[in-house]
């Protein structure tokens, strides 16, 4: 199969669309309502509106945009930590590029750049360690962030920088967890759902087999899916499917990727570098049980934590209350007053209009029309 032809192809995606027509409308008109489907992951959000896939699929299916993008999770506060050590005289903060134009409650770390303080874009985090090698008089502070899909490299690099023996490099350390997040979203009362198109790239390192408990404890079906029209259409018609048939299952439409206990190499290197099961606060999610991770104590002494202790910081701002709504499905990216307005990619109020994943940021460069 040819990703450009096979996963694009026209033929194929009628079928599909007719197939989910076919599936999804008598049980839209049995509920009285269109199905809600979120999709977790916002590759798929920006998938969807890439592809055009909401102008070809049916009315009876409204997708709820989940909170699957890992900068628009942030909260402001780790955006605060970030720039109060970039603006150290000692430090350089090293980041990927999505985080930079994130606003805190002072700014972001462009601006914080702007101002002089010395801030580095990074492809990789195995870039910090030469970075820390090339400056040996400062201390390069990483700001690691991401889903279970970027911790495999944040904890590769922490280990490889312990077996260097590197002393002048910290890991700032806001990665999450998915499941705790889809429990948290399961468990909240005003959302509603009837599945998830579950997210491809996470479910290659954590596997299909631990989303079990969302189909046996909360009895909603989820099917994983990958990025191109046929791979997001034929998981989406398992899941309209399931919920024809009246099953709930967790089954698996990206097997050319995801395997059923994921990646074991990269949950090993996870298990070595973190504490998992850390309650931690999330932007638009709050408090979420379990959802965080904390470098294991025989490497704390690369934890950016004390550093951060020895470092002035700002009282943080709460997060946009209209972000936070987005995040977890209750309004559209639309919805936001906002939106457009006073929020866009040059000048973003929350970070989900700054991420290449973040809705708010799809809605504004496939959405035009959209103005409320
Ligand atoms: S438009 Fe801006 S302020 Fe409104 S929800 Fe989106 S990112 Fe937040």
Not at 260 to 271: C, E, F, Q, R, T
Not at 333 to 355: D, E, Y
């Amino acid at each position: 199969m040819s990703l450009t032809h096979d996963f694009r192809d026209a033929g194929r995606v009628k079928t599909l669309l007719a197939a989910i027509t076919a599936a999804a409308e008598p049980v839209a008109a049995r509920l009285g309502r269109p199905l809600q489907i979120m999709e977790v992951c916002g590759g798929h959000t920006h998938a969807i509106f890439r592809f055009g896939l909401n102008q070809l699929l049916p009315s009876s299916i409204e997708f709820i945009h989940g909170p699957g993008c890992p900068v628009c999770v942030l909260p402001v506060e780790a955006i605060d930590q970030a720039v109060s050590l970039a603006r150290r005289e000692d430090v350089i903060l090293a980041s990927f590029g999505d985080p930079l134009r994130v606003p805190g409650t002072r700014g972001s770390l462009l601006q914080a750049k702007a101002d002089g303080a010395e801030v580095r874009v990074l492809y990789s985090p195995f870039d910090a360690l030469a970075l820390a090698r090339a400056n040996p008089n400062k201390l390069v502070v990483f700001f690691a962030i991401g889903f279970d899909t970027t911790m495999p490299g944040t904890a590769y690099s922490l280990l490889a920088a312990e077996r260097a023996g590197l002393t002048n490099l910290r890991f700032l350390c806001h990665h999450i967890r998915l499941m705790p997040t889809l429990t948290a979203l399961l468990e909240a009362d005003d959302i509603r759902l009837d599945g998830f198109v579950g997210p491809g790239h996470v479910s290659m390192v954590i596997g299909s087999r631990v989303y079990e408990p969302i189909a046996s404890q909360y009895h909603k079906p989820l099917v994983i899916a990958g990025f191109e029209p046929v791979d997001f259409l034929q998981a989406l018609y398992q899941l309209v499917l399931q919920l024809a048939e009246g099953r709930c299952a967790i089954e698996n439409a990206y097997a050319r990727v995801v395997a059923l206990d994921g990646n074991p190499s990269a949950l090993k290197v996870i298990a070595e570098a973190f504490e998992q099961g850390i309650d931690s606060h999330w932007r638009g999610l709050g408090q979420v049980p379990g959802s965080g991770v904390r470098v294991r104590a025989p490497y704390r002494h690369l934890d950016a934590a004390e550093l951060l202790a020895s470092t002035p910081h700002i009282k943080t701002t709460a997060e946009p209350a209209w972000c936070n709504a987005v995040l977890t499905g209750r309004i559209k990216p639309h919805q936001c007053p906002l939106f457009r307005r006073h929020c866009t990619p040059q000048n973003p109020v929350g970070a989900l209009m700054v991420s290449s994943e973040g809705a708010c940021a799809a809605y504004y460069q496939y959405r035009p029309e959209e103005l409320r």
